[in-house]
C-alpha cells in the first residue's frame, strides 16, 4: 500500500528502501519544524506582554525591599541588647537563688538551735509537750543539715555543746524511756488521762511503734484481769464457759471500738492493726485457758471416749436378720431399753449448747476482726469503706487469725468435739425414738384423714424434733465447716438408721402377705389387717419424714441470711455452701424416701388393691347386658334400657370400690393415697379396656349407650373430687366406649385428639353389632 510508512531504518534491505525510509524521516521533520515554527510564532505576543509585566513588578518591589533591609539591621541590634539583658538577669537569679538557698539553710539551722535550746528549757519546767513538739520540729528537718558542718559549729553553745545530730538522738531515746516509764506507772495507776496525755507524745518523738506497744500492753493488761476475775469465780451454770468466753470477746470487742479513734487520732489510719495483733495474742491466751478449762471441768475426753465405744445396740440388732429379731418387742420393753450405758443423753445436750455458744461466739468475733482488720486498710477512691460495701466476699479472714493459737484449737479440738457429740446425740435420739416407738391408735379413725394429725408412729415426731433442734443448734455455730460436716453425718443417720429402721419394719413385722390360697374364682383371703395397717403407717412415716425435713430446711435456710456481710456466714462462699449443704440434705433424704415409697406403693397395690379389682369389676358387670331390644312396656327403647339396667353397675362398683379403698384412705397421707390410686385407676383402666375387647359380637346401639354410662360411671367415681386429675389415666378405654356410639361418619370425622390408633378405632367399630 502507497500510504504505509517505509521500514525501519535498522531493517532496510536494499538501496531503495534506505533512500525511501530517510526521504520519510527528512519529510517528517521538517513537518514538525513547520509546525513547531508556527506554534512560537503564536506565542511570542502573550510572552511578550508578561515579560514587561514582570519587569514593572520588579521595580514596585525595590522599595519594600529597602525597607526591609533597615528593619533587619535594627532588629539585629535590638537583639544584641535584648540578649546581654537576659543574660544578666539570669546571673541575678541564680544569685537570688543562691541567697535564698544560703538564707533557708541558715534559718532552718537557727530552727534546729531553736529546738535545741526548746528542749533544754521545757526540760527544766518539765513541759513534756514542748519537748515532744520541739523533736518532731527537728525530725522534720533535712537529715544532711542536721549532721552538717554547718550545723555543727552554729549550733553548740555553753549549755548545749553536743554535737546537734547527737544530742537528738540522745534525747529522743531518752525521752522516749521517760515518756514510757510514765506511760507504765499511769496504766499501773489506771490514770486514763496521764495514760492519754503520754500515748499521743510518742509518735511526735518517732516511737511510734514502742507508743503501740505499750499501749497495745495497757489493754491486754486489761482484757486479761477482766478474764482472770472470771475464770477465778465459782464455775457455775451450764452455760458457764460460754458466756465466759463470750464475756472475753465482748470486751475485746469493745476495746477496740472505744480505742480505735483514739489510735487514729494521734498515730494515724492502719496503725490500729499492731494493737490487734497484740491484743489477739492475748486472746489466744484467755480463751485457750478457757477452752482449756472446758475440756478439763465438763470432762469432754472422756465422753468423747465414751461416745466413740457406743455400740448403738438396738439399732444394730434391729438390722440383724429375721431371726435375730424375733425378740425386738421383748427388748423394747426391758429396762436396758431406757438406759444409754453409761451415758446421760441430756448431759450431752447440755454440753452441746454450751459447745455451740462457745463457736458461735468465736465466729461473731471472727467477724469482728475482721471488719475492724480491713477498716484499717488504706482504701483507694473509688472503693467504698467495709461498712458499706454488703457483699458476702467482702470479707475474708484476717491475716493475724490463721496463725492464732485459739484459731486452731477453735476450729479443731473444740469444733471436732462438737462434731462428735452432735451426731452422738441425733443418733442415739434416733434408736431411743425407736425404742419408745408407739403406733397410733386405728381403731377409732376419723371418716376423713387429717393433713394436720397424720397418722404415724412416735418415732417420727421424736425425731424431726431433734433433728431440728441439731441443725437449728448446729447452724446457730456460724461455723461454716463444721455444719457442714455435721450435715453430712446427720444425712447419713436418716439415710441408714431412719429410713433403714422403718424399710426393716415394712419388710419384716408389717409386710401384708397373702394368707392362704383363693377358694374357687374367688381372690384369696386379705393379709392381715394389723400387717396391712402397720405398713400403710410406715408409708406415712416416711412420707411424713419428707415434709418435715422439707419444713426444717427451709426453715433453717431462712436463718442463715441472704449472704450480705450482716448474714450469719461473711466470709466468701461459705453462705451459699452452707445453704448447698442444707438443700443436699433435703434432696438426698427426697430421693431415698420416694425410691421406697414406689415400692411400698406397689407392695399395697399387688398385695391388697390388685387382688380383689379384678372381682370387684366381675362382680360389678354381673349380668349386665348390651344387647337389649327394647321390647319394654314403654315407647322409648332408651327408657326401657335405663329399667332394665338402670345406674347398677356403678352403684355395685362404687359399693365395692368405697369396701376396698375407703379404710386405706382413712390411714395413708393425701401424697401416699395420691400415688397408690395413680397406679391403681392405671389398673382399672387396663381392666375396663380388656372387658370392653371381649364384649365383641355382644354389644347392640342401645347397649354401646349403656356401657359408655357405665364405664364413665366407674370412671367418675374413681376420679372424683380432689382425685379428678385421674381422668387422664382413663382417656383410652373412655374413647374406646365412645367409638362404640358412633357411626362411620362421625368416626372419620376430625376435632377429636385420639389416643388410640387407626387399627384399634377399627377394631373398636366391629366390637358393636348394628341389628337389621
Known amino acids: 500500500m502507497a500510504d504505509d510508512p517505509p521500514p525501519d531504518i535498522s531493517q532496510c534491505a536494499t538501496y531503495d528502501e534506505l533512500v525511501a525510509s530517510m526521504s520519510y524521516v527528512h519529510a517528517k521533520s521538517e513537518a514538525l519544524t513547520a509546525q513547531m515554527t508556527s506554534l512560537y510564532e503564536s506565542q511570542t505576543g502573550p510572552l511578550s506582554f508578561a515579560l514587561q509585566r514582570l519587569d514593572i513588578l520588579g521595580a514596585s518591589l525595590s522599595t519594600p525591599q529597602q525597607t526591609a533591609r533597615s528593619l533587619t539591621k535594627m532588629l539585629s541590634d535590638a537583639s544584641f541588647v535584648a540578649s546581654r539583658i537576659s543574660q544578666k538577669v539570669r546571673q541575678l537569679d541564680k544569685e537570688q537563688s ?63 555543746p553536743e554535737n546537734p545530730a547527737i544530742a537528738l538522738q540522745n534525747e529522743t531515746e531518752s525521752f522516749g524511756a521517760l515518756f514510757l516509764k510514765e506511760f507504765e506507772a499511769a496504766a499501773k495507776a489506771k490514770d486514763m488521762e496521764k495514760i492519754t496525755r503520754f500515748f499521743k507524745l510518742f509518735p511526735l518523738i518517732g ?41 472475753l470477746f465482748e470486751n475485746i470487742a469493745t476495746i477496740v471500738d472505744q480505742h480505735t479513734p483514739i489510735v487514729e487520732r494521734y498515730y494515724g489510719r492502719g496503725k490500729m492493726q499492731r494493737v490487734i495483733e497484740r491484743i489477739q495474742l492475748e486472746a489466744d491466751t484467755q480463751g485457750g485457758i478457757i477452752v482449756d478449762t472446758y475440756f478439763d471441768d465438763r470432762n469432754i475426753n472422756r465422753r468423747l471416749s465414751d461416745i466413740k465405744s457406743y455400740a ?16 425386738m418387742g421383748m427388748r423394747s420393753m426391758s429396762p436396758a431399753a431406757g438406759t444409754d450405758a453409761g451415758i446421760n443423753v441430756q448431759d450431752i445436750d447440755t454440753v452441746l449448747n454450751e459447745c455451740a455458744v462457745m463457736i458461735g461466739r468465736w465466729s461473731l468475733y471472727c467477724k469482728f476482726l475482721a471488719i475492724k482488720w480491713w477498716a484499717q486498710e488504706p482504701k483507694s477512691e473509688d472503693e467504698k469503706p467495709i461498712a458499706e460495701n454488703k457483699s458476702a466476699t467482702a470479707l475474708k479472714i484476717p491475716p493475724i487469725l490463721p496463725d492464732s493459737k485459739l484459731y486452731v484449737k477453735m476450729n479443731t479440738r473444740v469444733a471436732s468435739a462438737f462434731e462428735s457429740m452432735a451426731t452422738f446425740f441425733f443418733r442415739r435420739s434416733v434408736e431411743k425414738a425407736f425404742q419408745l416407738d408407739e403406733a397410733p391408735n386405728l381403731k377409732r379413725l376419723p371418716p376423713e384423714p387429717s393433713a394436720s394429725s397424720p397418722l404415724i408412729t412416735s418415732a417420727i415426731d421424736d425425731v424431726m424434733y431433734v433433728l431440728n433442734a441439731v441443725l437449728e443448734r448446729t447452724v446457730s455455730t456460724g461455723h461454716a465447716h463444721l455444719i457442714k460436716n455435721v450435715i453430712g453425718n446427720v444425712r447419713r443417720v436418716l439415710e441408714s438408721d431412719l429410713v433403714g429402721m422403718i424399710q426393716r419394719k415394712m419388710r419384716d413385722e408389717t409386710y401384708p402377705k397373702n394368707v392362704g390360697t383363693s377358694s374357687g374364682n374367688g381372690p384369696p383371703p386379705p393379709p392381715p389387717e394389723d400387717k396391712v395397717n402397720g405398713f400403710l403407717v410406715h408409708l406415712n412415716n416416711l412420707d411424713v419424714a419428707t415434709e418435715y425435713i422439707e419444713r426444717i430446711i427451709g426453715t433453717v435456710v431462712a436463718s442463715c441470711g441472704d449472704g450480705e456481710v450482716v448474714s450469719v456466714f461473711p466470709f466468701g462462699d461459705e453462705h451459699a455452701k452452707v445453704t448447698s449443704a442444707l438443700n443436699g440434705l433435703s434432696s438426698s433424704f427426697d430421693s431415698r424416701v420416694k425410691e421406697l415409697l414406689h415400692d411400698g406403693i406397689q407392695v399395697i397395690f399387688v398385695q391388697v388393691v390388685k387382688p380383689r379389682l379384678r372381682p370387684l369389676l366381675s362382680e360389678a358387670f354381673k349380668e349386665a347386658t348390651y344387647m337389649p331390644h327394647g321390647s319394654g312396656s314403654t315407647d322409648d327403647p332408651e327408657e326401657s334400657l335405663s329399667e332394665q339396667q338402670a345406674d347398677l353397675v356403678r352403684l355395685r362398683f362404687a359399693y365395692g370400690w368405697d369396701a376396698l379403698m375407703h379404710p386405706i384412705r382413712k390411714i395413708l397421707t393425701e401424697r401416699n393415697y395420691s400415688r397408690l390410686l395413680s397406679v391403681t385407676s392405671e389398673y382399672v383402666s387396663t381392666l375396663l379396656e380388656r372387658r370392653v375387647w371381649a364384649m365383641t359380637g355382644r354389644v347392640n346401639e342401645l347397649g354401646a349407650i349403656q ?50 390408633t387407626d387399627e384399634e378405632r377399627r377394631r373398636a367399630a366391629t366390637i358393636r353389632v348394628d341389628e337389621m
Open 98 to 160: 543562691r541567697v535564698q538557698q544560703s538564707l533557708d539553710y541558715a534559718l532552718k539551722t537557727q530552727e534546729l538551735k531553736s529546738c535545741i535550746i526548746g528542749i533544754y528549757d521545757a526540760t527544766q519546767v518539765r513541759d513534756w509537750e514542748a519537748v515532744a513538739q520541739h523533736i518532731h520540729r527537728a525530725s522534720k528537718l533535712p537529715p544532711e543539715l542536721v549532721k552538717g558542718r554547718f550545723a555543727e559549729v552554729m549550733v553548740p553553745t555553753e549549755e548545749n
Open 207 to 247: 516511737k511510734e511503734k514502742e507508743g503501740l506497744d505499750v499501749y497495745a500492753k495497757f489493754v491486754c493488761t486489761i482484757i486479761a484481769g477482766q478474764s482472770r476475775q472470771l475464770m477465778g469465780s465459782k464455775i457455775e451454770g451450764p452455760l458457764f464457759f460460754g458466756m465466759a468466753l463470750s464475756r
Open 312 to 327: 448403738f445396740s438396738f439399732l444394730v440388732q434391729s438390722f440383724m436378720p429375721t431371726g435375730m429379731g424375733m425378740n
Open 707 to 756: 356401657l359408655e354410662r357405665d364405664v364413665a360411671g366407674i370412671i367418675s367415681h374413681v376420679s372424683q373430687g380432689k382425685w379428678y386429675f385421674l381422668r387422664e389415666r382413663f382417656v383410652r378405654v373412655a374413647q374406646l366406649v365412645m367409638v362404640l356410639g358412633l357411626d362411620e361418619q362421625e368416626l372419620e370425622a376430625g376435632g377429636i385428639e385420639w389416643v388410640l
